[in-house]
């Protein structure tokens, strides 16, 4: 039941090209109508018992009506808007012509609370702007209602002490219910998309990273002594997608870099960024750590063996060509749209060396990586690679874990 009453609500003058952020104000929308409809139907009832066969008993029943109308209307023709401009134009319409009809101020057990909400609806889902007539419109009428309050009284209806009090009750409680639950509404669909904003930036940023931005519009650079970098790149890409359509290639790297993105997760360790059929791999960034080199190493096994893991497609199979390096980096977030979070440096240029020289699902790396991982990883030596700017160099090929 509650499922089916929710798929009520998500259908409200919905369209298919809705955001989540259209669809949410179409649902409140729906949820104040349908919340002060039924509040019309409960007040007309306890009228009808205390007051007898009076105009202020048909009242809420006619606000009822003409809500509900303006649901069916806005539904037929996809514009919330005519139920806005309905709840906002007779919420302050009736409760004001309640008031009147029953007596002053208090006579009414100050029904014009009701009225507020008008306005505060049309701020909710209009622009300040549009809302600015309705807040007029209500003070005009809560105005008309003060200098005229001895003379509605004079007029008003036989109403008990008693009775006075429990409208008194009833409005106060009932119009602040609304207020409360369309409140916390929007503070709770404010908090989930403050979290939905909040988990897409950590998609592009490391967590502490996220948290210097948003509180600060400084650049964010930091240099790191000692990290350790990988490059993963796809040996022969170009034939190995040529006859593929264009989402069959999409769907079969996406394959792909979710299992290493698991990995890197699992590892502890920092993705960068994905470039074409590249990937590129940080340890020891943004937050220092010891083990830089031995942990994305121990990663870079494990990719190689979960990606031999996955079934080939028009029997061929993904390999990657694997390059780390460690050494001091410059690391920050750069661009003002569509930013990352990016490192810059010798050690950058090398690792991408070092995949760029190496071999299939092999993970080659220079001296500076051996140096850190050649007690806890078995390394066969390569002689040395020329690498631009740098010379010869001696690298190394992981061949697996030591034994103990």
Not at 25 to 47: E, H, N, P, V
Not at 137 to 166: C, H, K, P, W
Not at 225 to 236: K, M, Q, R, Y
Request: glycine letters at 8%; a negative charge; hydrophobic letters at 45%.
């Amino acid at each position: 039941m509650h499922r089916m009453t929710l798929s009520i609500y998500s259908r409200f003058a919905a369209e298919p090209d809705d955001t989540q952020e259209i669809r949410s104000r179409k649902t409140a929308i729906f949820l104040l109508a349908l919340s002060c409809s039924i509040a019309g139907l409960i007040w007309g009832a306890i009228y009808a018992v205390v007051l007898g066969l009076s105009p202020a008993t048909f009242l809420p029943f006619a606000f009822t009506v003409i809500v509900g109308s303006s649901l069916v209307i806005s539904h037929w023709t996809k514009d919330p808007r005519v139920s806005i401009y309905a709840q906002t134009a007779f919420i302050i319409g009736i409760t004001s012509l309640l008031q009147w009809v029953i007596g002053g101020l208090f006579d009414s057990g100050l029904v014009i609370l009701w009225a507020v909400l008008g306005p505060l609806g049309a701020l909710m889902f209009l622009s300040l702007k549009q809302s600015a007539p309705w807040f007029a419109l209500y003070f005009a009428v809560l105005a008309i209602t003060v200098i005229f309050d001895g003379y509605f009284a004079e007029n008003s209806m036989d109403v008990s002490e008693d009775v006075r009090r429990m409208f008194v009750a009833m409005n106060m409680g009932g119009a602040s219910t609304v207020v409360f639950l369309f409140a916390g509404y929007f503070v709770t669909a404010a908090v989930r998309e403050r979290k939905r904003a909040d988990e897409l930036l950590l998609n592009v940023l490391p967590a502490d990273i996220a948290e210097a931005l948003k509180g600060s519009d400084e650049t964010i650079a930091q240099h790191h002594d000692s990290v350790s970098v990988l490059f993963a790149d796809i040996e022969g890409s170009t034939p190995l997608f040529s006859d593929l359509e264009p989402t069959e290639v999409v769907d079969w790297l996406n394959e792909v870099f979710s299992v290493m993105d698991d990995l890197v997760d699992r590892h502890g360790l920092e993705k960068l960024r994905t470039m074409g059929d590249g990937y590129m791999v940080g340890a020891g960034i943004p937050n220092p750590r010891s083990d830089h080199a031995t942990s994305l190493v121990a990663c870079g096994l494990d990719m190689i063996q979960a990606l031999q893991a996955l079934p080939p497609r028009n029997g061929k199979r993904i390999r990657f060509r694997f390059g780390i390096n460690s050494g001091p980096v410059v690391a920050g977030v750069i661009g003002k749209s569509k930013f990352h979070y990016d490192i810059w440096g010798d050690t950058v240029n090398v690792a991408s060396r070092m995949e760029s020289h190496g071999s299939v699902n092999q993970i080659h790396i220079s001296r500076n990586t051996y140096d850190l991982v050649k007690d806890e990883f078995e390394c066969a030596a390569q002689g040395t690679v020329s690498v631009k700017g740098k010379g010869d160099m001696e690298t190394w090929m992981v061949t697996g874990r030591r034994v103990t």
